[in-house]
């Protein structure tokens, strides 16, 4: 049992799965718009829409889309410090289906080319939280590590193609998921590793023709994720 199990995390409470959590999954959406987005439509599923209000989760959740982490004081002022910024946001509660009950759909708009992104996300326990789905494809992100993002065409190769460039970049993968809509059509791979990619490995898999696609994310955490199926606290 680590110290973290004992105490949870370093953050601005009161709950580490309803702000600390949530404030994490907000930041990787953030990562996964590319920019600072301008609108943002949260919809809360379970225990999130149940209490949202009351152990901060609308708070944390604007705080990460403003880029602020879990222990920033800021936290308690997210919503001032977000009319400053220009953000607009909304919220709305949702039955999202046979998924984690601390779950959230974040819907944002004001990214590069003004594109907009969806992501789905859960908290899991102790600030631990998992990204599931962005833009309707199934991912596995976890925010303990360094993740590569990619949209690309589903053909033989590509995954293979960015093992290699992350290996001749010194990296280490610690898990890659892919899934496809279709076969001969577009999926979506998440790829976590240990240490942020270098840009001209970044700039490289960008320039591919049938990657369409990609965003880097940092990790939000420190620690190892926690085992699937974590429970709600």
Known sequence: MSLLDQIGPVMVGPSSSHTAGACRLALLARHVLGAQPRQARFVLHGSFAKTAQGHGTDLALV?????????????RDSFTHAAAA??????????????????????????????????????????????????????????????????????????????SVVADDDGNIATAFSARQRRGGHAMMSVEIDRPLAEYAVTYLTQLPYIHWLRTLPAVMATDPAPQGGEAQ
């Open 63 to 75: 705080a990460g889309l403003l880029g602020y982490l879990p222990d920033d004081e800021r936290i």
């Open 86 to 163: 220009g953000l607009g946001f909304e919220f709305a509660t949702a039955d999202l289906g046979d998924i984690h009950p601390n779950s959230v759909r974040m819907e944002l708009s004001g990214g590069p080319d003004d594109e907009g992104v969806s992501v789905l996300g859960s908290s899991l326990g102790a600030g631990f939280v998992k990204v599931v789905q962005v833009n309707g494809f199934d991912v596995q992100v976890s925010g303990a590590y360094h993740t590569i993002l990619a949209l690309h065409t589903d053909r033989p190769g590509v995954i293979a193609r960015v093992a």
